[in-house]
């Protein structure tokens, strides 16, 4: 069965760092894109961030480039997120996803809360 | 990277068949053959249901389709159940990122 499980996530303030982890299972991990989704409480889902294969490649959302770190560790198969110069609009469920141009398995979710 | 627009929502009757659109642009929608569909219930995880354009992961019912045209693209739901109210998001791949509509919330009355 496929399986993302994902952990990290919590009460962080602001200009904080948190980094957030998701560990695949049930699939050939290093032959996917990974992906990173966000939805803020109460709002729509965003993109955050892919991630290629091998790594070679990343890509963000432009409101993250800067802050946000996108990696994988295949050896593992573990995908990861790290955030630093956190805000208050980061606030939300990350989620992260298998895929690129369709994301069909799903992690269940964790929650990031920047607040002094 | 801007939103792709969605209606903020749509509804119908048990059995009624229903479409809801998904305006891009040039750059998105009308250039990619990229367009994803996800259902999202409250407090869950979103579910894929069509990916390029109009391709239904194994296991998504076949009253889910998907279509575009130009830069709108459309998610027709039929033979509507009640277990098909929901959050609706279409997405569009763009130069190296992923664009997200703002959602449509289906009401099956």
């Known amino acids: 069965e496929v399986q993302l499980v994902q952990s990290g996530g919590g009460l962080v303030q602001p200009g904080g760092s948190m980094r957030l982890s998701c560990a695949a299972s049930?699939?050939?991990?290093?032959?996917?894109?990974m992906s990173w989704v966000r939805q803020a409480p109460g709002k729509g889902l965003e993109w955050v961030a892919n991630i290629k294969e091998d790594g070679s490649q990343k890509y963000y959302v432009d409101s993250v480039k800067g802050r946000f770190t996108v990696s994988r560790d295949n050896a593992k198969n573990s995908l990861f997120l790290q955030m630093n110069y956190l805000r208050g609009e980061d606030t939300g469920l990350y989620y992260c996803a298998r895929g690129h141009f369709g994301r069909d398995k799903w992690g269940q979710g964790i929650l990031v809360i920047v607040s002094s | 990277q801007s939103a792709l627009t969605q209606p903020a929502s749509v509804s119908g009757s048990p059995g009624q068949s229903i479409t809801m659109s998904c305006t891009g642009a040039?750059?998105?929608?009308?250039?990619?053959?990229?367009v994803s569909w996800y259902q999202q219930h409250p407090g869950k995880a979103p579910k894929l249901l069509i990916h390029?354009?109009?391709n239904r992961p194994p296991g998504v019912s076949s009253r889910f389709s998907g279509s575009k045209s130009g830069s709108t693209a459309s998610l027709t739901i039929s033979g509507l159940q009640a277990e098909d109210e929901a959050d609706y998001y279409c997405t569009s791949y763009t130069d190296s990122a992923t664009v997200f509509g703002g959602g449509t919330h289906l009401t099956v009355l």
């Open positions: 390029e354009v109009s």
């Open positions: 040039s750059s998105d929608v009308d250039y990619y053959n990229y």
């Open positions: 049930g699939f050939t991990f290093p032959t996917y894109w």
